[in-house]
């Protein structure tokens, strides 16, 4: 007969603290790339938000965040509230810094110790009872107390020499107290990880240390020199029983690390009430020298090195015995200090200031709330576009220091700047025939125009990934993972490409989608920006003088001339109040593809104002746009407040046997657009 197994359900939701930081954030790459959901808090107090946004790009993971301290037991407990299916906590957050710790010893118990307590207690109210802590091999102290004992074994008692490290060790102890109380009703398990070194970065060079100050390690420093932050290295002691008299630590590439805690993560998971602590070390040691060595050869700079006196509380030797973590967590570190290295090096000198750029400021609207984030690139006096991410939208391009759009709120959730999919423009009738027949619902009598209620500008984009490949050049990328529940069906993946070059007043945008699940679907994307080149004199486009590439638009299946002047014929035609209306789809080419930048971008509309004497020039390489005067604004602005431009594929097209192939993603096939808006 027929058995049924019982359903395996694996909780796979993980609240990571502190997981903006340099650990915690290559952790929750490798816990998304494993297959769980991170919700990450952070009082951002150490960090920056950059690096979830980061993140969240390149896993194309939505990532929820809290910008929340963890001593703030209300805002804690919303975020349990939040997401009743925690199943694990990884607790990274805590002040770190060995020298401070000894100023402001008050604070690091405050933060560390007490942030611990508020967790644990709502872990126990909400009844999540798992969790892996950030301890650190600082909680030995100097064990060459037990002359011979080269490496560190868990058992070895701890002594810690700082308030940093007693600051971990008596939460250890908080921990293992916890444990030993358990009654039946709360099965608490604890997995303390004691880290050694952590060196290096991710190899993507998206996301690595971004020390606030003066970087208090090795390697940090030994980069900001390299770069010329800093003049020059101090090594703290050369007096040491060592090699070569410089103290010896073992160190852990961070990836190899974050790997460790995805282990032990495994581990809880498995075998239910455990409370064991875990030295994370590669076993190995190195003495500052060697480091230096090791990082010179990287980065192929000289660096400048001075030996000054030892430093107060630091140890000679601190090697981990690593054995325990590699038994019972089958984990062992992969990657050595050449890789670490490298891999530093990439992060540095594609991000010489970490994670601020020069050029790229982010502000959030409503504080704590980062879905709905602006980030401004460019210089202000000259060009500059500031973007959000619902709907990826442009929120302001400003020229000279004018701005010359619509600004619809970064999070008002309206056409005004926004990306525009997964079907732009209209679908008559609100339905259409694929591998099957598709029904959307009508937002524009019987037909569904910019996909209705499955439309992109209230959607959530990921990101941005913001890059500067060079001055007054600045790139971001969104994402958008389009995805059920969808009247469209199927999964799409969407990238929005935004370059601001400051020099020629231009910014591109380059739309690219694949399909990532279920069958063929419907695409046509495109920016929905409302000019009004003379903003800074009046809330109406009156006296825009414009002229377009063609006057061919559609009419129904027809193409027809409508009366407008073109690039080359007659006086411009004027835009405003008592002028006549365009909601018109004009037609470039009467032959489209999927990937349209195959084809060459060429110029399709050329506005200007006399009065701010504004020029706006709209390029593209798709067939077709729509040109709109803006006779209604949904109540937001005033009727002809702008005008919008949207290239794009033929109003319709996947109802017309013509046009349908292009508008067609079927799987393994990917959709290209680029639409650029140039300003003089
Ligand atoms: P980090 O400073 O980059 O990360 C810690 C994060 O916690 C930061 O993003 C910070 O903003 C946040 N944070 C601090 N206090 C908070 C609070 N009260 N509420 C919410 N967020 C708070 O440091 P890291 O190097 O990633 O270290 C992570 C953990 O590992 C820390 O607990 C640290 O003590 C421990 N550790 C680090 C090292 C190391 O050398 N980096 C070595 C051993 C142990």
């Known amino acids: ?13 993980v609240l990571v603290t502190g997981g903006a930081g340099y650990i915690g954030s290559h ?86 110790v007490n942030g611990t307590l508020v967790l644990l207690e709502l872990m126990e109210k909400f009844h999540v009872w798992k969790l892996v802590f950030s301890s650190s091999a600082t909680v030995y102290g100097d064990y060459t107390r037990y002359p011979g004992m080269l490496q560190v074994p868990e058992e070895c008692p701890l002594q810690p020499t700082n308030p940093y490290g ?17 009654p039946s009703t709360a099965p608490w398990s604890f997995a303390i990880l004691r880290y050694f070194n952590p060196i290096g970065a991710h190899p993507s060079g998206l996301i690595g240390e971004d020390p606030i100050g003066i970087p208090n390690n090795l390697l940090p420093f030994m980069a900001q020199v390299a770069v010329g932050r800093r003049k020059q290295l101090s090594v703290f002691g050369n007096d040491y029983d060592t090699r070569d008299g410089t103290p010896i630590r073992d160190y852990i590439h961070v990836v190899d ?89 990439r992060w540095v000198t594609k991000n010489p200031f970490g994670y601020s750029q020069r050029g790229v400021v982010s502000t959030v609207c409503n504080p704590g709330i980062y879905d709905t984030r602006l980030v401004t690139l460019g210089h202000g006096s000259k060009f500059q576009v500031v973007f959000g991410n619902i709907g990826a939208s442009i929120v302001d391009i ?24 997964r079907y732009a423009n209209r679908i008559m009738g609100g339905s259409f025939t694929l591998d099957k027949n598709y029904v959307l619902s009508t937002n524009d009598g019987p037909n569904t125009n910019h996909s209705s209620i499955s439309s992109y500008h209230t959607k959530r984009f990921l990101g941005p990934l913001v890059k500067t490949p060079s001055r007054g050049i600045f790139v971001a990328e969104y994402v958008l993972l389009d995805e059920q529940p969808t009247e469209f ?46 903003k800074v004199n009046s809330e109406s486009l009156q006296g825009t003088e414009i ?93 002809r407040s702008g005008f919008a431009v949207e290239p794009g594929r033929y109003v319709d097209a996947v109802n017309n046997d013509r046009w349908k192939e292009a508008v067609t993603l079927a799987p393994g096939n990917i959709y290209r657009s680029r639409i650029v808006y140039r300003f003089s």
């Not at 690390?257 to 239910?272: F, P, R, S, T």
């Not at 400003?398 to 709120?409: A, F, N």
């Not at 694949?514 to 080149?533: C, D, E, K, M």
């Open 166 to 182: 007693h600051t971990k060790c008596t939460i250890e102890d908080i921990l293992r107290d916890v444990y030993a109380s358990v």
């Open 257 to 345: 690390l974050a790997k460790g805690h995805v282990a032990a993560l495994q581990y809880l998971q498995k075998n239910g009430q455990v409370c064991r602590e875990w030295n994370l070390g590669t076993g190995r040691g190195s003495t500052v020298l060697e480091m230096y060595v090791a990082f010179k050869k990287a980065c192929g700079i000289d660096i400048p090195m001075e030996i000054v006196g030892r430093r107060p509380g630091d140890v000679p030797l601190l090697v981990a015995k690593a054995d325990k973590a590699k038994c019972d967590l089958e984990w062992h570190t992969e990657l050595d200090i050449r890789q670490a290295c490298e891999d530093l090096w």
């Open 489 to 534: 069906e199927s999964d799409v993946l969407v990238n929005v490409i935004y370059s601001v070059d400051v020099e020629s007043k231009t910014l591109d945008i380059q739309y690219s989608a694949i399909l990532v699940r279920g069958g063929a679907t419907a695409i046509n994307l495109t920016n929905h920006t409302y000019f009004n080149l003379n």
């Open 398 to 421: 400003r020229v000279d220091g004018q701005s010359v759009v619509l600004d619809g709120g970064a999070s008002a959730g309206n056409y005004a700047g926004a990306t525009i999919g």
């Open 27 to 112: 952790a929750v790459v490798e816990l998304v790339e494993g297959g769980y959901e991170c919700v990450v808090v952070d009082n951002l107090s150490n960090s920056s938000y950059e690096s979830l946004a980061r993140v969240q790009v390149s896993t194309q993971k939505y990532i929820p965040f809290y910008q929340v301290d963890l001593v703030d037991r209300q805002a804690l407990e919303q975020v349990f509230r939040d997401h009743r299916e925690i199943d694990c906590v990884i607790h990274f957050a805590g002040l770190k810094a060995v020298g401070e710790s000894a100023h402001i010893p008050l604070k690091y118990y405050q933060n560390n």
């Open 547 to 639: 002229r377009v590439a063609t006057n061919s638009f559609l009419k129904g299946n027809i193409i027809s001339k409508a009366d407008i002047a073109t690039f080359h014929e007659g006086e411009p035609t004027i835009l405003g109040k008592n002028m006549p209306s365009f909601d018109h789809c004009f037609v470039l080419s009467e032959s489209a593809l999927l990937d349209s930048t195959k084809s060459e971008l060429y110029p399709i509309l050329r506005a200007s104002h006399p009065e701010s004497h504004v020029n706006l020039e709209v390029l593209t390489t798709e067939p077709s746009f729509q040109l709109y005067t803006g006779d209604s604004l949904n109540g937001l602005f005033p009727p």
């Open 1 to 13: 007969a027929y058995c049924s197994m019982p359903a395996v359900t694996t909780k796979r939701k």
